[in-house]
């Protein structure tokens, strides 16, 4: 069963992130699936550190955007607004070249708070990164 409020075609997701630091980053969302939302991002002069490798902060942007992405397609926007409380990530390998890849999957989808894990892996499917994003769920009423 989806847990998504709105359904969104990818075209649409890559229109909201033009001219942003999604855009720039090179961040390509690849699929949405019941309860999952899949991106990849290039390892390239974007997202590397002076010492050629992805940068942490690279991954904890491409989390960040996969998390608050979920978040919103889960809500109704005409009565709430998703922002985000805290990340937290574990960088685990370095990755020099190509892409990296992130899976989102819920935690918890309360009504005041929503708990998401972002596991990113490179080309060979280890992983490189594991982020935890906490949501606030606020009223617009």
């Known amino acids: 069963m989806a847990i998504w409020f709105l359904s969104s075609a990818l075209e649409d997701i890559e229109k909201i992130f033009q001219n ?4 720039h980053l090179g961040i390509e969302f690849l699929e949405i699936g019941d309860d999952f939302i ?5 390892v390239d002069s974007r997202t590397i550190q002076p010492a050629g490798i992805l940068h942490g902060g690279a991954s904890v942007s491409l989390a960040e955007t996969m998390g608050s992405l979920a978040a919103f397609l889960t809500v109704d926007p005409q009565k709430k607004r998703c ?3 805290e990340i937290n990530a574990n960088h685990v390998r370095q990755v020099a070249t190509g892409f990296v890849y ?3 999957k819920p935690l918890h989808i309360g009504a005041t708070t929503q708990l998401w894990e972002i596991k990113i892996n490179n080309e060979q499917d280890k992983l490189v990164c594991i982020a935890r994003l906490t949501i606030s769920v606020l009223s617009l009423e």
């Open 102 to 104: 992130g899976i989102c």
């Open 83 to 85: 922002v985000g409380l």
């Open 38 to 42: 899949k991106a990849r991002m290039p």
């Open 20 to 23: 942003t630091l999604v855009d």
